[in-house]
T-cell receptor
Framework: AQRVTQPEKLLSVFKGAPVELKCNYSYSGSPELFWYVQYSRQRLQLLLRHISRESIKGFTADLNKGETSFHLKKPFAQEEDSAMYYCALGGTSYGKLTFGQGTILTVHP | GAVVSQHPSRVICKSGTSVKIECRSLDFQATTMFWYRQFPKQSLMLMATSNEGSKATYEQGVEKDKFLINHASLTLSTLTVTSAHPEDSSFYIC??????????????FGPGTRLTVL
């Protein structure tokens, strides 16, 4: 069975501080990992996916198969980064995604 | 970019009635559409996967006779909550992807529909 765990439901940091949102997964196949973000009163949108290995809005995430992790990092958090972040696991049939519980990030001024 | 719309955005109905929610991909053809349910400040729970022209695949524990899904075209999928009850009150979100390939395609999400059953 596939599972995504985001251990932190809430995460608060101050502006300019580094931030790391944790994500661990469990999957026997070849995983495809994603980070989705949901800003207040907006729809869910893709932030980044491990395949593309790109940095979006200063965020990066590295897939560590040994630790089965895909943590999201940003060296200097901004207030506009405050949002709900979901880690998601794909790679299954029909392109289904399994979402983690989500982490609410609050960046204080 | 790819845009997915949902209609209605909010619906209130009486217990026992049926409610239909539409999900449309506006500027691309969606081979696959997904229906999720989201509780306040909680994760998205996948309810079913629908492929155009075929029957939907429901996740374990989701009643297919209660949540009817139709994917009649490459741009439209509908979710009908039949004989709705207060416990069906929730935020329903659809997403669409072009799918079909070996890797997981990006899913584009609709804005969601808030269903309240009185």
């Amino acid at each position: 069975a596939q599972r995504v765990t985001q251990p932190e439901k809430l995460l608060s940091v101050f502006k300019g501080a580094p931030v790391e949102l944790k994500c661990n997964y469990s999957y026997s196949g070849s995983p495809e990992l994603f980070w989705y973000v949901q800003y207040s009163r907006q729809r869910l949108q893709l932030l980044l996916r491990h395949i593309s290995r790109e940095s979006i809005k200063g965020f990066t995430a590295d897939l560590n198969k040994g630790e089965t992790s895909f943590h999201l990092k940003k060296p200097f958090a901004q207030e506009e980064d405050s949002a709900m972040y979901y880690c998601a696991l794909g790679g299954t049939s029909y392109g289904k995604l399994t979402f983690g519980q989500g982490t609410i990030l609050t960046v204080h001024p | 970019g790819a845009v997915v719309s949902q209609h209605p955005s909010r619906v209130i109905c009486k217990s026992g009635t049926s409610v239909k929610i539409e999900c449309r991909s506006l500027d691309f053809q969606a081979t696959t559409m997904f229906w999720y349910r989201q509780f306040p400040k909680q994760s998205l729970m996948l309810m079913a996967t629908s492929n155009e022209g075929s029957k939907a695949t429901y996740e374990q524990g989701v009643e297919k006779d209660k949540f009817l899904i139709n994917h009649a075209s490459l741009t439209l999928s509908t979710l009908t909550v039949t004989s709705a009850h207060p416990e069906d009150s929730s935020f329903y979100i659809c997403s669409a992807g072009t799918g079909g390939g070996p890797s997981t395609d990006t899913q584009y999400f609709g804005p969601g529909t808030r269903l309240t059953v009185l």
